[in-house]
């Protein structure tokens, strides 16, 4: 803590005034009094610890996700912040428990999860499935809250593939003798895992980012992305033209926020608490349209 005081002026003698040597020993005496205040003020300073006139940081959330993976999470280059429907979601689950918010991105998925789950984050959000098979596998190294967004699969391929689905509903019959692009560890693999197999396996190319993923089916790496919906759509309609969404596969997935094993912290209430708030007073709502009507 800085102090500020002002300069020192001199002292000059009026007319009248008895000469500076008469007044000597009274200076001495003001000094000595002020000396003795100065040290009271230090020693009760040293006693209760300057640092305790500060006011403490706020605690952190550290809080898991894997971009981009829009429109739920992703890097603004402007802000140089994340954004996303998720990242609304900690935010206020940040705000309900009055600590700042840390957000810390992983290029891989199954890296995110992995994290969470050996308690090196206190939650994850990014879109992770917590329903089905892939949950019931997931829900035996971390907890979830409640869920919060339901989903469905998605193909995404270039304009012009020579590829359509009935009634835009594609399944196992559709996607066979094709090349199909997955994001490792999710649920997009785990279909794939499930409906293709055989020698039909060499056809699925695997990725631990979905940058490259996107990249590798616009320079025809492969033939179609298979991706939830949400992230299918915003993908299609950031190309400039050059993707689109073929159609959707209905898997009916269910999001959830993930923290470490056992719930360490005690979130999984909080998180709780803070979801069934918003759906009631209608901004869960507002973030839907907010990220999901552009």
Not at 130 to 140: L, P, Q, T, V, Y
Not at 152 to 160: E, L, P, S
Request: glycine content about 12%; proline content about 4%.
């Amino acid at each position: 803590m800085v102090i500020y005081g002002g300069a020192h002026r001199g002292v000059m003698a009026q007319p009248g005034a008895p000469p500076p040597e008469a007044v000597r020993g009274g200076v001495g005496k003001t000094v000595f009094i002020v000396t003795v205040i100065i040290v009271a003020i230090i020693a009760f300073l040293g006693g209760i610890g300057v640092s305790s006139l500060i006011a403490p940081a706020r605690a952190r959330l550290t809080v898991g996700t894997n971009a981009p993976f829009p429109p739920f999470e992703s890097y603004n280059d402007t802000t140089g912040q994340f954004v996303g429907f998720d990242i609304d979601i900690a935010k206020l689950v940040a705000d309900r428990l009055g600590r700042d918010l840390v957000v810390r991105n992983f290029n891989s998925f199954d890296l995110l999860l992995t994290t969470v789950g050996q308690g090196g984050l206190d939650m994850a959000v990014s879109a992770i499935t917590m329903s089905g098979s892939k949950g019931a596998e997931r829900n035996a190294t971390m907890d979830f809250s409640n869920w919060y967004y339901s989903a469905d699969q998605a193909i995404v391929m270039r304009t012009g593939t020579n590829f359509t689905c009935p009634s835009g509903v594609c399944g196992q019959a559709q996607v066979l003798h094709h090349t199909i692009g997955v994001q490792s560890g999710t649920t997009s693999e785990g279909w794939v895992d499930t409906y293709i197999t055989g020698n039909q396996t060499e056809r699925i190319f695997r990725y631990a980012d979905v940058v490259d993923e996107i990249n590798a089916l616009k320079s025809s790496v492969y033939t179609l992305m298979i991706i939830d919906e949400g992230p299918a759509k915003a993908i299609a309609t950031g190309s400039a033209g050059a993707l689109v969404v073929a159609g959707k596969i209905l898997t009916g997935e269910l999001y959830g926020v993930a923290v470490p094993n056992n719930d360490p912290k005690a979130l999984v209430p909080v998180i709780n608490s803070v979801l069934a708030e918003i759906k009631a007073d209608g901004r869960y709502d507002q973030l839907i349209t907010k990220w999901f009507t552009r």
